[in-house]
């Protein structure tokens, strides 16, 4: 059974503190990502990475930062928590494929952050 | 980058057929679409994927007309436990690992 795991579920954290969310699949998949979703947002796309130590902007990157130093694992990084950045956290990941053709994409269950 | 558009909500009764449009004016020649559905606290699940005509699995139908400016998810005779947000993606042929999810549409099934 396929599975991607994050390593907390709720999460409470200061105003200044740095955070770590860690995300790890079993599917030797290429490529991850993270997500944070606020109601009536949907989802939003922070970074992802399609390989070991590489990594790519996506639409909020502001105030994170990643590290992929192996392929089954992809850390999220709040360098100074803030409380804007309370939120539900979701990592996914899935296989290369060819252009234009997004494969089949497996979600972690979420880490409610909050920041006080 | 094609957007989507989706209807923000939509109500529907138990056994019903439902039908979601997503609204892709920008496709591109070599992008499929995708639909994914999300329960509340839970991460978001695959339902189908096509490229053109139709497409049909287990849980749904999806119709993508010739143009393929636009496409219809369709789950047939809906259950309360369908109730859920549904997101329409279509593939980024500038960066083809994305996964950029709009805003979804939320169904709600009443008995």
């Known amino acids: 059974d396929v599975k991607v795991t994050q390593s907390s579920r709720y999460l409470v954290k200061r105003t200044g503190e740095k955070v770590f969310l860690e995300c790890v699949q079993d599917?030797?998949?290429?490529?991850m990502f993270w997500y944070r979703q606020d109601p009536g947002l949907g989802l939003r796309l922070i970074y992802f990475s399609y390989d070991v130590k590489m990594k790519e902007k996506g639409d909020i990157p502001e105030g994170y930062s990643v590290s992929r130093e192996k392929k089954e694992r992809f850390s999220l990084i709040l360098e100074s928590a803030s409380t804007n950045q309370t939120s539900m956290y979701l990592c996914?990941?899935?296989?290369?494929?060819?252009?234009?053709?997004?494969?089949?994409?497996?979600f972690g269950q979420g880490t409610r952050l909050t920041v006080v | 980058l094609a957007k989507t558009t989706q209807p923000i909500s939509m109500d529907s009764y138990e056994g019903q057929e439902v039908n979601i449009t997503c609204s892709h004016n920008n496709i591109a020649t070599n992008d499929y679409i995708t639909w994914y559905q999300q329960f509340p606290s839970q991460g978001p699940r695959f339902i189908i994927q096509g490229y053109k005509t139709k497409v049909t699995n287990e849980v749904a139908s999806l119709f993508i007309p010739a143009d393929r400016k636009s496409s219809t998810l369709s789950l047939p005779r809906v259950s309360l436990s369908d109730t859920a947000v549904y997101y329409c993606l279509v593939g980024d042929t500038g960066s083809s690992y994305k996964l950029i999810f709009g805003s979804g549409t939320r169904l709600l099934v009443r008995p």
């Open positions: 599917m030797d998949h290429e490529n």
């Open positions: 996914a990941s899935s296989l290369n494929s060819a252009e234009g053709m997004n494969t089949e994409a497996f």
